[in-house]
């Protein structure tokens, strides 16, 4: 595997992201949501850098499944959704393919009636996408390359790695 973005790119680039979305929401409060399991590392580190008043939710969506980089059709699970009813919403997943994972879930949460709703991606592969939808906010624009790590998995592995890596057996 080669490593496509380290460590320290990576806090430096969340960072910077996290004062976005502080400049952007500064005196108010903010559900963020984030869609399992990709996100999970992405979350937990960019809520920390946040200095607002936050709620924390998560939703799952899948498409994914074994060792398969197609995706199938899209499973959502909001079991653990907060009430999202006239609240500030930030949706948080890990990359930006296709988009139609996260076109799917924003139009979902819409009829939840939020205040307003945003989303943001660690990674977004640009050249794939497929959809009219865009991310609020994204940290990394990356090639069209299968990647692991920092969340990002290949048949449910790598998922600890502390860097985004190519997974070039693919």
């Not at 910077?16 to 399992?36: E, F, N, P």
């Not at 991310?135 to 502390?162: A, C, E, M, S, T």
């Amino acid at each position: 595997m080669r490593v496509l973005l380290s460590t320290d790119e990576i806090d430096v680039g969340v960072s910077d992201l996290a004062g976005r979305i502080q400049a952007d929401y500064t005196g108010q409060s903010l559900t963020v949501l984030g869609v399992l399991t990709g996100s999970l590392v992405f979350l937990a580190d960019l809520i920390r850098k946040l200095d607002l008043p936050l709620r924390v939710g998560v939703l799952q969506a899948s498409s994914y499944r074994g060792e398969t980089k197609t995706a199938g059709q899209l499973i959502l699970q909001t079991a653990m959704l907060p009430d999202i009813v006239d609240r500030d919403v930030l949706l948080v997943d890990d990359i930006f393919d296709t988009g139609r994972t996260l076109a799917t879930i924003f139009e979902q949460m819409q009829s939840h009636r939020p205040r307003s709703l945003r989303s943001a991606v660690l990674l977004w592969k640009e050249e794939r996408t497929i959809v009219e939808y865009r991310p609020d906010y994204h940290v990394f624009r990356i090639p069209d390359k299968f990647v692991v790590g920092y969340g990002l998995d290949y048949d449910d592995q790598y998922r600890h790695l502390p860097h985004i890596a190519a997974y070039d057996e693919m």
